[in-house]
């Protein structure tokens, strides 16, 4: 395991309408071994606030995902990205990461 993560969960894809799409998706990360990746900050001592995992604990934490695509025309679509990831007990920093994009797009 290269990038010591395994990723278990569902996808969920729904068309309310003509040309609008919703998926949704959620996955459980876990690692295999609590042994983080190569260049991390392991070795400072536990009370570092610039260390990043835990020396124990293999749940990398929730990850969920939303998309809202939309095509206004044949040339013209769009989606709305939204991503959350509430981290687990592999990290030391446990706060939650969000992330939001709204992108159009034009094709000729």
Known sequence: QEANLIRFGPTW?????KD???S??????FAPTDVPTL???QS?????PARLFTDSGNFRGH????????????HMTGHLW???????DYYVNRDLMCFLRA???FTF
Do not use: C, H
Not at 44 to 48: E, F, S, T, V, Y
Not at 63 to 74: E, G, H, N, T, W
């Open 13 to 17: 894809t729904v068309d309310p309408i």
């Open 20 to 22: 609008l799409e919703f």
């Open 24 to 29: 949704a998706s959620y996955y459980a990360l």
């Open 39 to 41: 260049g991390a900050t």
């Open 44 to 48: 400072l001592p536990a009370d570092n």
């Open 63 to 74: 990850f969920a995902s939303a998309m809202l695509k939309y095509r206004f025309s044949q």
């Open 82 to 88: 939204s991503e959350f990831l509430f981290p687990g």
């Open 103 to 105: 992108e159009v797009m």
